[in-house]
């Protein structure tokens, strides 16, 4: 004959009691998801989650920095073409004052010749200023010279060879900067803009045709220097432009994996607490209809 197990009513109790216990653990997590919006609060809820979003936060603070230095370079490169494409204007009206200064019906006389100097005189010393132009107080044209100058006020190149670097990418680095020498001319070359500019003034006033004459075929070379260097600004800035787009978009991308790992689908989760109170509800109607008062309840 078969042996039937006793049970007490302490052990249905103990039982039902633990029943009921679960009941209220799974809807105080509901509850903490609910009010969290996120279904990952500690590494204990999911392990393998945890990991997986701790590598895409650091994925996203890498791709968030490539933006930040992408913005930057585009600020760069953004005075950058400003100063050159005014370079290029008062060049072009430098090249101009030069034609009248050689032609004898328009500066026949030393007033008019001295009055070309002059108009020289100040654009030089206006392009001198655009050969400083700073952004966030650094020389763009200096490399990584801490001084405040690029150009000294004789129009020397004083900054040097350095260039400045912006990570916009996986492996992908522009240089943000354009060197002055570069831009300008070096120091003592026939074509450096301000020593050309300086000829040309000396050369107007003293009357000198011939001297003009080669003052002209060496604008000519500054100008298409310049030229050369804007096309060159504006392929780095296109690249930049390039890298931020991507790094946005793969930062959406990243942000949408982390948040299919770490929040909650608010709608299922709202299902679920209403399941679980209900679930909860029904549990505490049946326990108290299972577990009665006993004599010795009463005698206690």
Do not use: C, H
Not at 203 to 209: A, E, K, M, Q
């Amino acid at each position: 004959m078969a042996m039937q197990l006793r049970v007490t009513d302490g052990a249905i109790t103990n039982r039902v009691l633990a029943n009921l216990q679960g009941n209220l653990t799974r809807v105080g997590n509901l509850q903490e998801q609910l009010s969290s919006g996120k279904q990952i609060s500690r590494p204990s809820d999911s392990p393998t989650g945890t990991v997986s979003a701790m590598q895409l936060r650091g994925e996203s603070r890498a791709v968030q920095q490539y933006t930040r230095n992408a913005s930057d370079g585009l600020g760069w490169l953004g005075v950058i073409d400003t100063a050159l494409t005014s370079s290029l204007s008062q060049t072009g009206k430098v090249r101009e004052l030069v034609l009248q200064g050689m032609s004898a019906g328009t500066a026949s006389t030393p007033d008019a010749r001295e009055a070309l100097a002059a108009e020289v005189e100040n654009l030089r010393k206006s392009l001198i200023g655009v050969a400083n132009t700073k952004y966030l107080d650094r020389p763009v044209f200096g490399g990584t010279t801490t001084g405040e100058r690029a150009f000294d006020g004789n129009g020397q190149f004083v900054g040097d060879t350095g260039t400045v670097m912006r990570t916009v990418g996986d492996n992908s680095k522009v240089q943000v900067d354009a060197n002055g020498a570069t831009v300008f001319g070096a120091n003592g070359a026939d074509s450096q803009l301000f020593t050309v500019l300086e000829s040309i003034t000396n050369n107007l006033r003293g009357s000198n045709t011939a001297g003009l004459d080669a003052d002209l075929q060496n604008l000519d070379v500054a100008i298409g220097t310049i030229k050369t260097n804007l096309a060159d600004v504006g392929a780095r800035y296109n690249r930049i432009e390039t890298s931020r787009t991507a790094a946005d978009d793969r930062l959406l991308n990243v942000k949408s994996k982390l948040s299919e790992i770490e929040d909650i689908d608010l709608p299922n989760t709202i299902m679920q607490m209403q399941l679980q109170q209900t679930a909860y509800q029904a549990a505490l109607q049946a326990t108290a209809k299972v577990i009665q008062p006993s004599l010795m309840d009463f005698l206690r």
